[in-house]
């Protein structure tokens, strides 16, 4: 079974400040993939990223960072100087293939991230 | 771009009520998906469909039955509300149809309370 696991329920921050969200995960498939995806006050699910399980490393896209790590099944979103307008809930993801051959994808929980001017 | 469209945003049912939840994309997407999200539960899948004229069942499909119409529409029926359907619903859909490395990509959510 998949799992995956975002400890932290809500972050606030101040305006500026560096902040690192976490999500760990748990699978026995040796082929998947990782999600970011941030859901702003609108509602619907935005994508962030993707990274398959070959591929470690990290990535940046302008204030955002990714670092995967495999030996501690962990895929940490950081987000650099951050903005008021990072404020979402932000959800990790996993996927595999089900029995049948399809996508098969486990959420997160989420975490809030609140951006205090 | 429209991308995936919900109706409607908004419903309030009484107990026993029965409602269609609309979704339609327009990116020619083979698979779509119903999702339900809950406080400290995160989305969780009530049913896909990964191609026009399959559906299969997802972790939490009880009380739920859906429809392919077509590649465009994947309707969600609540054949008989009860308040623990009570839920913001998603609809979604992939790019790729087949394979774990899909991009999902999501409607705005139908905000669903069953009184």
């Known amino acids: 079974a998949q799992k995956v696991t975002q400890a932290q329920t809500e972050i606030s921050v101040v305006e500026k400040e560096d902040v690192t969200l976490d999500c760990v995960y748990e699978t026995r498939d040796t082929t998947y993939y990782l999600f970011w995806y941030k859901q702003p006050p609108s509602g619907e699910l935005v994508f962030l990223i993707r990274r398959n399980s070959f591929d470690e490393q990290n990535e940046i896209s302008g204030r955002y960072s990714w670092n995967f790590q495999k030996s501690t099944s962990s895929f940490n979103f950081t987000i650099t100087a951050s903005q008021v307008v990072d404020s979402a809930v932000y959800f990790c993801?996993?996927?595999?293939?089900?029995?049948?051959?399809?996508?098969?994808?486990?959420f997160g929980i989420g975490t809030k991230l609140q951006v205090i001017p | 771009n429209a991308g995936v469209t919900q109706t409607p945003k908004f419903q309030v049912l009484k107990t026993g009520q029965s409602m269609t939840l609309q979704c339609a994309q327009d990116?020619?997407?083979?698979?779509m998906y119903w999702y339900r999200q809950d406080p400290g539960m995160g989305l969780r899948l009530i049913y896909y469909?990964?191609?026009?004229?399959?559906?299969d069942k997802g972790e939490v499909p009880n009380g739920y039955n859906v429809s392919r119409l077509n590649k465009r529409e994947f309707s969600l029926r609540l054949e008989s509300a009860a308040p623990s359907q009570t839920s913001v619903y998603f609809c979604?859909?992939?790019?790729?149809?087949?394979?774990?490395?899909?991009?999902?990509?999501f409607g705005a959510g139908t905000r669903l309370s069953v009184l």
């Open positions: 469909s990964a191609s026009e004229g399959t559906t």
């Open positions: 990116m020619n997407h083979n698979s």
């Open positions: 979604a859909s992939s790019e790729e149809g087949l394979g774990r490395e899909s991009i999902q990509y």
């Open positions: 993801a996993l996927s595999v293939l089900n029995s049948g051959g399809y996508q098969k994808v486990t």
